[in-house]
């Protein structure tokens, strides 16, 4: 039983690792030591920069949070500070989406660990014309491919999923 939590605690570390950091993602950076430099809920902007204390408009977009750790180190020990230590998190995520055969379609915040069917719950649930089966998501990733999804199918952050109509 340690073994297989050990297991899950690694996936789901790698799965936060490999996390890219896009447009509407709020950040979180601590500079160590330095509290002028410690900013929080930095929201990346549409073309995937921050302003950031020093060092001014920095790209970010396609970076996931350790790059983004030792991009800020790298700027900043290049004439502003002597070994500084950054942290970056991700504090909020941008939208996903549903639309569709649910009651409330929109955008929803993302959270660690969503499924299909918890964004559906999220929106409400099914309509009465809904079919369970007839779900498919986009994702931002690669926008151009949709693809047919069970209830149980992970989403991320930017996905967009569409609940079919049922025909009887």
């Known amino acids: 039983m340690t073994l297989l939590l050990a297991l899950c605690l690694l996936s789901v570390q790698v799965a936060a690792g490999d996390y890219r950091i896009s447009a509407q993602?709020?950040?979180t950076v601590k500079v160590f030591g330095e509290d002028d430099l410690s900013v929080e809920d930095l929201r990346v902007s549409a073309d995937g920069n921050i302003a950031?204390?020093?060092l001014g408009v920095v790209k970010v977009v396609?970076?996931?949070a350790r790059q983004?750790?030792?991009k800020l180190t790298e700027l900043l020990a290049d004439g502003y500070l002597v070994n500084p230590r950054v942290s970056v998190s991700i504090s909020s995520y941008r939208l996903l989406?549903?639309?569709g055969e649910v009651n409330n379609p929109g955008g929803y915040p993302y959270q660690e660990g969503l499924t299909v069917q918890k964004v559906i719950a999220?929106?409400?649930?099914f309509t009465e014309r809904a079919s369970e089966s007839k779900?498919?998501?986009a994702s931002e990733e690669d926008p151009d491919t949709v693809k047919d999804v069970g209830l149980n199918h992970s989403v991320t952050p930017g996905d967009i999923i569409t609940v079919g109509e049922s025909f009887f």
Do not use: H, T
């Not at 999220?122 to 649930?125: F, I, K, N, S, T």
């Open 25 to 27: 993602d709020k950040l």
């Open 52 to 54: 950031f204390p020093l």
């Open 62 to 64: 396609g970076l996931n």
């Open 68 to 70: 983004l750790e030792k």
């Open 97 to 99: 989406y549903v639309r």
């Open 122 to 125: 999220l929106a409400g649930g």
């Open 135 to 137: 779900i498919s998501l």
